[in-house]
C-alpha cells in the first residue's frame, strides 16, 4: 500500500510533457487612463498571454493574445481604438485619447 496522498500531489502537474503553466505566460505590458462620459477615471491594465511558438528552426515566445481589465480586476472589452466598455455591465463605457492605448 503506498503513502502518497492525494494532498501530496504537486499543484502545477501536467497531463502531457509540458505543462500550461509551462506553455502560456501573462504579462502586464502597460496601462492607461480612460473616462467615462461622467469623468470617472479608470485605469485599464494591458495583459498579453505569451505562448510557445516553434518553427523547425527554433523555439520562440511571442504575444498572442490581449487582455484588458481594471485596477480591481474587471473585464474591459475594446470596443474600438479608444473606446471601453466593461464586461459585466455594458452601460459602463469610456474612452481615451492616449495614442498608446489598444
Known amino acids: 500500500m503506498s503513502s502518497f496522498r492525494k494532498d501530496d ?3 502545477n502537474r ?3 510533457p509540458i505543462s500550461e503553466r509551462e506553455k502560456m505566460h501573462l504579462e ?3 496601462s492607461f487612463n480612460a473616462y467615462t462620459q461622467e469623468g470617472e477615471s479608470y485605469t485599464i491594465d494591458i495583459f498579453t498571454h505569451f505562448a510557445n ?3 523547425r ?7 498572442s493574445r490581449i487582455v ?6 474587471r473585464a474591459v472589452d475594446r470596443v474600438a481604438q479608444g473606446e471601453y466598455r466593461l464586461q ?3 452601460e459602463i463605457s469610456f474612452s481615451t485619447d492616449d ?4
Open 88 to 90: 459585466d455591465s455594458h
Open 9 to 11: 500531489e504537486p499543484e
Open 28 to 30: 502586464c505590458i502597460g
Open 57 to 63: 528552426e527554433r523555439v520562440r515566445v511571442e504575444p
Open 99 to 102: 495614442p498608446n492605448a489598444p
Open 68 to 73: 484588458l481589465t481594471t485596477k480591481d480586476g
Open 53 to 55: 511558438v516553434h518553427d
Open 14 to 16: 501536467s497531463a502531457g
